[in-house]
């Protein structure tokens, strides 16, 4: 069915339990960021009605709420690279170690060590945002190849039903590139940029096992979410109505993002601790296939800006060549 295993998984989260408890913090401090902002800026807007009728009143406290909320995900958009460089490449880094058997420091300890590990494969925050993010280009464009194999299909209705699989797909894939950046971190490379198109070959040529199990992850993952989201509607319905005014639509979009904070913080660490098995597992002995090499580089001008940077990195002040004797 699956080529994982799900006690493996569980174990090395709790083996990392510092980093699951620094992302519960983190995920969970941020929910409850855009719940207090959005509280404070309907606050605001509930207060400032007060110059007019109740429905002036009760737009100014939407409006207020909007605010808030939008003011939050701005600082979070702009903190993206943070998160991605101390948090989510950090927990690769010590689920790395893991693998590899290596000795586990603890507490705050584990947490620096695997921001020197992450420096010291990645450099700057802005680098390892960089490589994630062609390697989220490259994958998108893997997708595109399997939704165009499979549109040449004659079935009935291919046309629908590939538009599913790819929806699907995208999900299932979002898995993926911390596994990739793992790759990177495992092979002790000190070019990131040519780590990360290795790895995506000989994530390209063993696609079928990885889908199916990024499948299966996909969903377990968001089933788990949903059920989380079920359960945080009777927390988020509360903080509702603290907010002057009472939110109608507030409860929803509460229970949504603690269903996301539990999601990020708990369920995808596993998925990647799960995902993390099946690639390494599956790779062992294998080398890059230079088909694939070719394949991905005729399909993806982010794989080919991959190799760009890989060899401005190895060869970063390139001499022109001499001129032939006349």
């Not at 002790?188 to 063993?206: I, K, M, P």
């Not at 002995?285 to 800006?305: C, H, I, M, N, V």
Request: glycine content about 10%; some cysteine; hydrophobic content about 55%.
């Amino acid at each position: 069915m699956w080529d994982f295993s799900a006690r493996q998984a569980m174990a090395m989260m709790a083996r990392t339990a510092p980093f699951i408890v620094f992302r519960m913090a983190v995920y969970f401090g941020a929910a409850v960021a855009y719940m207090l902002m959005t509280g404070v800026g309907a606050g605001v807007g509930w207060g400032v009605g007060g110059f007019g009728d109740e429905d002036f009143r009760a737009a100014a406290t939407l409006w207020g709420g909007v605010a808030g909320f939008g003011i939050t995900a701005a600082v979070m958009y702009l903190l993206r690279e943070y998160l991605l460089y101390v948090v989510k490449a950090g927990h690769v880094a010590v689920l790395v170690d893991l693998m590899d058997g290596k000795t586990l420091s603890q507490g705050r300890s584990q947490i620096s060590h695997a921001r020197a590990e992450v420096t010291a494969r990645f450099g700057q925050t802005s680098t390892l945002f960089a490589v994630d993010q062609l390697i989220k280009g490259v994958l998108k464009a893997i997708t595109g190849l399997l939704r165009g194999m499979m549109s040449i299909i004659p079935v009935p209705g291919a046309r629908q039903i590939v538009s599913v699989v790819q929806a699907f797909l995208k999900i299932a894939v979002g898995f993926i590139d911390e596994v990739i950046l793992a790759y990177a971190i495992r092979t002790g490379s000190d070019n990131a940029w040519q780590s990360a198109r290795e790895g995506l070959v000989l994530y390209g040529q063993n696609y079928k096992v990885m889908l199916k199990n990024a499948a299966w992850l996909a969903l377990i993952v968001y089933g788990l979410s949903f059920v989380v989201f079920l359960i945080m509607l009777a927390p988020a319905g509360l903080a509702v109505y603290l907010i002057p005014g009472a939110w109608s639509a507030g409860g929803m979009v509460f229970a949504l993002l603690l269903a996301w904070s539990v999601k990020v913080a708990l369920l995808e660490p596993f998925a990647i601790a799960c995902m993390m098995q099946v690639y390494f597992r599956t790779i062992e002995g294998q080398t890059p296939d230079p088909a694939w090499e070719q394949r991905l580089d005729s399909l993806s001008a982010k794989f080919r800006k991959l190799k760009e940077k890989a060899v401005s990195v190895t060869d970063p002040d390139p001499q022109p060549a001499a001129a032939p004797a006349t």
